[in-house]
């Protein structure tokens, strides 16, 4: 039983918003996802009834409180499949999560001598975080580049592995839509000595995730693309590993004992919990979370799929030569993310002209500036799709890039 | 397209199909500055000859979208030729055009075909478009001592 697009739809309040009388057609979940009825409404409900600070005060309402901010790390623990709720952290969002990673991780494992794995896809979240680090310790980051149809060009991976003591990339691009052969990669890394470290930011809103089949050592992920609010995400990590970390961000929560010759760290997860943690963000998630579960997540999946080879068909069938969709035609090994030049049209003026009509896209480098450059252009169009698209949104997107051909078609 | 008549005239549509004054020009005796629009990741350069208190030539160079493009080749019109007094006149009326903070008192200049970007106002986030080539323009001539 597919998932039915139209009751989703009827989840998300802001889709019934009208903007000078036109509905709106959301493509820009890729950037950030809208928000259904059960997050708005749990959230506001813990607002309501059951907020007050958590970890710290010892009145009833603070243990509830705390009872619900520890609920949503278990359900994000049994949304990866990970084993222990504490390996589960709460950040600010992935950039955060993977700066954390290379802060601490890092800082404590990478030296002059080493080499660091990325892919010529990553998001800039995955890339200066490195070079940040890089330009105090000296070590070399390495690429592994792209296939001309958007892929990772694995030929040389060994050999880009020796050497290496992190291999950290995306599970999916967010401007090609290319989903990436994790378990391959992590595999690769493990042989060669080195850790792998996982954006699932593009992945884990779209699919099943399961942390030991993808073989990972961290994930990291944000909650505001998988229909849960900003201000929160989530890093993952073995236990073993994040016991052996030092903290990253210091203050209250992440502290046993503070003296003034010193102090020592928190336990799990609090060690990683720097201040007062995103509380109300955190229920928020795992109301989000448990909304895709219900929904069913090989479901979503299916549907992103089918959506896509939809879009993609009319795409091609309407305007043939005059767009240029970036990324595999394989739909097995691509999400619902379509990067695409039109008519050689700008971007910016193609997302223009596509607002009049409500049809929200992102035009620009999609904060992948190094990716843009290897594909010769400055900015791209692109529309992705999430539960609460369905063939009708793909249908707008086709008709308003009909009117850029009016206005622009010289 | 109803509501983007303001937006894309004619005249902002025919400077973009073809730009003048595209291209660059030797350092030195030019300088160059280079713009970037952080939103769209486009990036353009401006070469500025300055001699004799005069703007000489002007170019520009990069890629960008519509409203940037023409914004820039129309620029180059504007200054090309003049007083740097003048140019620098024609930058701060045309940066109060687009409802940016100026110093000093506003005066009478005629922006002639770059009125037509006055639409531009309507849509700010295509402000920073119209005006890269300006802000790029003034860093040119800091540059060049101008
Ligand atoms: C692949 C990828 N990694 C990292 C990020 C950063 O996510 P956030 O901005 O939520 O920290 C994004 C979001 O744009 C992304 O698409």
């Known amino acids: 039983m597919g998932l039915h697009a139209a009751t989703i739809k009827g989840d998300f309040p802001i889709l019934d918003r009208m903007i000078d009388g036109k509905r709106l057609v959301f493509l820009d979940s890729a950037n950030s996802t809208q928000k259904p009825r059960q997050v708005i409404e749990a959230m506001a409900e813990f607002m309501r009834n059951s907020y007050a600070p958590v970890n710290r005060s010892s009145y009833r309402l603070a243990a509830e409180s705390n009872d619900c901010y520890e609920r949503a790390r278990a359900v994000t623990q049994r949304f990866i499949n990970a084993r222990k709720p504490h390996e589960v952290i709460f950040t600010k969002n992935a950039t955060e999560a993977l700066n954390l990673v290379v802060q601490s991780w890092g800082r404590a494992n990478l030296s002059s001598e080493d080499a660091v794995l990325l892919t010529h896809m990553e998001h800039h979240a995955n890339i200066v975080p490195w070079q940040m680090l890089q330009a105090e310790k000296g070590f070399a980051i390495r690429w592994v580049p792209l296939t001309t149809d958007g892929q990772l060009d694995l030929t040389d991976l060994d050999r880009l592995l020796v050497g290496v003591k992190a291999f950290s990339f995306t599970a999916m691009s967010n401007v090609l839509g290319t989903i990436t052969p994790v378990r391959r990669l992590t595999d690769a890394a493990h042989a060669a000595g080195a850790i792998a470290i996982v954006d699932g930011c593009q992945y884990v809103p779209h699919h099943a995730t399961d942390v030991s089949a993808m073989g990972a050592d961290f994930l990291a992920f944000s909650s505001h693309k998988l229909c849960g609010p900003t201000g929160i995400g989530v890093l993952w990590a073995h236990e073993a590993l994040l016991d052996a970390m030092p903290p990253f961000l210091g203050g209250g929560n992440m502290i046993s004992d503070v003296r003034l010759d010193g102090f020592d760290t928190a336990e799990l997860p609090a060690k990683f919990e720097a201040g007062t943690p995103p509380i109300i963000e955190a229920v928020g998630l795992g109301a989000a979370i448990e909304y895709l579960e219900s929904i069913g997540m090989a479901e979503i999946r299916q549907h992103e799929m089918d959506l896509t080879v939809y879009a993609l068909n009319l795409l091609k069938d309407r305007f043939g030569d005059d767009i240029h969709i970036y990324g595999p035609d394989n739909i097995e090994v691509r999400g619902a993310t379509l990067s695409f030049d039109f008519r050689g049209i700008h971007p910016h003026d193609v997302s223009q002209v596509l607002d009049q009509t409500n049809v929200c896209v992102r035009a620009g480098h999609h904060c992948a500036k190094p990716l843009m450059r290897i594909l010769g252009t400055p900015a791209t169009t692109r529309a992705s799709f999430y539960i609460y698209n369905d063939e009708s949104d793909a249908d707008a997107l086709a008709d308003a890039l009909d009117s850029a051909t009016d206005i622009f078609g010289f | ?146």
């Open chain 2, 1 to 146: 397209m109803p509501g983007l008549e303001d937006l894309y005239r004619e005249i902002i549509l025919d400077h973009y199909r073809t730009p003048r004054n595209r291209g660059a020009l030797e350092t030195p005796p030019a300088v160059v500055a280079q713009g970037h629009n952080p939103l769209c990741g486009d990036e353009i350069q401006v070469y500025l000859l300055v001699e004799d208190g005069v703007v000489r030539d002007v170019k520009v160079g990069g890629q960008g979208c519509s409203i940037s493009q023409s914004s820039a080749s129309m620029m180059t019109q504007a200054v090309k030729g003049k007083p740097v007094a003048d140019a620098h006149r024609v930058l701060d009326a045309f940066r109060r055009m687009m409802g940016l903070d100026v110093d000093g008192e506003p005066e009478d200049v005629n922006l002639g075909d770059l009125e037509a970007l006055q639409g531009v106002v309507k849509f700010p986030v295509r402000i920073k478009c119209a005006t890269l080539a300006w802000t790029t323009l003034a860093q040119a001539m800091d540059e060049a001592g101008a």
